[in-house]
């Protein structure tokens, strides 16, 4: 089945610190998505992505659909302590979603 | 923004009873809802796909028994845990994607607690 490899598993940066993380697909997908998940809370969309190649920006967020439509990173620069939480990927096909395995992030003040 | 609201979003139940598990859509129309589970630190794992007037759509290995979803209307999926055992305990979360742009929205999810 389709699977997404994420990393990094969990950060833990200073406050003002750019973040970087990426998932990789053996699939292709028709959507990247980036979503960020607090503690017992549902996933928030952050950034949708629709075409190979696209570079989406959020505020703070940065996120690229990679040209194989495979792969995807997202970027947070100057990091404050709301940033706090886990960040997924999840890659679309139909109308079907599946996640990668999550990059906790923790920010240190 | 489009919003998926689920109820209960904590429930304690003894082993052997049936709990169950509402997932609505508020300001749009669902023809599709799907309920996934995840596990402490883990990623959101699909369970099943819910479709509204007809059955749901199971991924492998989940029980279609143990866990019962009935999409009877265009805003409103319920899933029951039966017969639940301390194994079934986690936290399960919903998501209706609004026709409109496609969006998938993540209900707040429920924490179930098995004792």
């Known amino acids: 089945g389709q699977q997404l490899n994420q990393s990094p598993q969990s950060m833990f940066i200073q406050e003002g610190e750019d973040v970087s993380m990426n998932c990789t697909s053996s699939s292709i997908f028709n959507t990247w998505l980036w979503y960020k998940q607090d503690p017992g809370e549902g996933p928030v969309l952050l950034i949708a992505?629709?075409?190979?190649?696209e570079l989406t920006s959020n505020g703070r967020l940065t996120a690229q659909f990679g040209i194989t439509r495979k792969d995807s990173f997202l970027n947070i620069s100057a990091s404050i302590p709301s940033d706090v939480g886990i960040y997924f990927c999840a890659g679309q096909w139909g109308n079907k979603l599946v996640f990668g395995a999550g990059t906790i992030l923790r920010v240190k003040s | 923004g489009a919003v998926v609201s689920q109820h209960p979003s904590r429930v304690i139940c003894k082993s052997g009873t049936s709990v169950k598990i509402e997932c609505r859509s508020l300001d749009f129309q669902a023809t599709t809802m799907f309920w996934y589970r995840q596990f402490p630190k883990k990623s959101l794992m699909l369970m099943a796909t819910s479709n509204e007037g007809s059955k749901a759509t199971y991924e492998q290995g989940v029980e279609k028994d143990k866990f019962l979803i009935n999409h009877a209307s265009l805003t409103l999926s319920t899933l029951t845990v039966t017969s639940a055992h301390p194994e079934d305990s986690s936290f399960y979360i919903c998501?209706?994607?609004?026709?409109?742009?496609?969006?998938?929205?993540f209900g707040q999810g429920t924490r179930l607690t098995v004792v």
């Open positions: 992505l629709y075409k190979a190649g």
């Open positions: 998501s209706a994607t609004d026709p409109a742009n496609t969006e998938a929205f």
